[in-house]
């Protein structure tokens, strides 16, 4: 068994204006730029899947067009998690998953769970929601993870609950909204939020090291000791764990230098 999980880096999308001529090359035909993307990228998350359902076909392009070992986040529909009621979400949670996301196959990576800022933690309608999101479609394993970003959130109770039901946190390196970065699943999920257009890698150097520790912490089974836990007395079980960390939001400009940057210091450490 290996002694750790992989870690993949990324970005959030694939089109940009300002990218073209700074990441990807000058003349580069838009219809190529996802291909161009994955090659030197090992994962993005999808936000046109928030915004609305896309065909099996799309979904079927997209897997053509990327390598092996390449994988999508998918942003879950905003129809599904911007409600008062979450418990009430079931429909708009079957159409999203049934809109033809087995089409993407092996490349299929985590779902995310987006919520308001202004969302607060109701820990019954919150598991009522949990309990609606299956492990499985069509035979397919799903990993989950959820962005909550409201303090009521940070509370022992929410991390043991997602815990229970294997979903991890986004652990969010954000300005505003809190960053919970206790381990609740088999997998760790990371959104880096502060970067910055005039710095060519995103992050500064020095910020780049210490997150290529944690990224390689977490993948070891591990928890990262300079980050704050909102339950410190768990434990959580040492085990190999995959790792999906994007450069996004701040500093999109030079996103995908950061992304690979990164990538590259990982590889370099083996």
Not at 27 to 48: D, F, T
Not at 134 to 147: I, M, T
Not at 219 to 236: I, M, N, Y
Request: negative net charge; contains cysteine.
């Amino acid at each position: 068994m290996s002694k750790h999980g992989t870690i993949r880096t990324g970005i959030g999308g694939w089109t940009f204006d300002p990218w073209e001529g700074t990441f990807y090359p000058e003349k580069l035909a838009k219809k190529r730029q996802l291909e161009y993307a994955a090659s030197k990228l090992k994962v993005i998350e999808v936000n046109g899947t928030y915004y609305g359902s896309q065909k099996p076909e799309t979904f079927a392009k997209w897997a053509s067009e990327v390598p092996d070992g390449f994988v999508f986040s998918l942003k879950a529909s905003r129809f599904t998690t911007n409600r008062k009621v979450l418990a009430e979400a079931g429909e708009s949670i079957e159409k999203f998953l049934t809109q033809g996301l087995t089409e993407l196959g092996d490349h299929l990576g985590p779902l995310l769970w987006q919520f308001a800022p202004t969302k607060k933690f109701e820990p019954d309608d919150f598991e009522a929601f949990l309990k609606l999101l299956p492990n499985k479609l069509e035979g397919l394993p799903l990993q989950h993870v959820v962005e909550v970003r409201h303090d009521s959130f940070k509370v022992p109770e929410f991390v043991g609950l997602i815990e229970k039901y294997n979903i991890a946190p986004v652990c969010a390196d954000h300005f505003d909204y809190p960053m919970i970065a206790d381990v609740t699943a088999d997998f760790v999920y990371a959104r880096l939020q502060k970067g910055s257009d005039e710095i060519k890698t995103c992050y500064a150097d020095e910020d780049m090291a210490a997150w290529q520790k944690r990224l390689e912490t977490w993948a070891e089974g591990g928890v990262p000791g300079d980050l704050p836990l909102v339950d410190e007395s768990r434990k959580p079980k040492k085990q190999p764990r995959d790792v999906f960390a994007f450069f996004i939001h701040e500093g999109k400009v030079n996103a995908p230098h950061g992304a690979m940057a990164m990538q590259e210091r990982l590889d370099a450490a083996g």
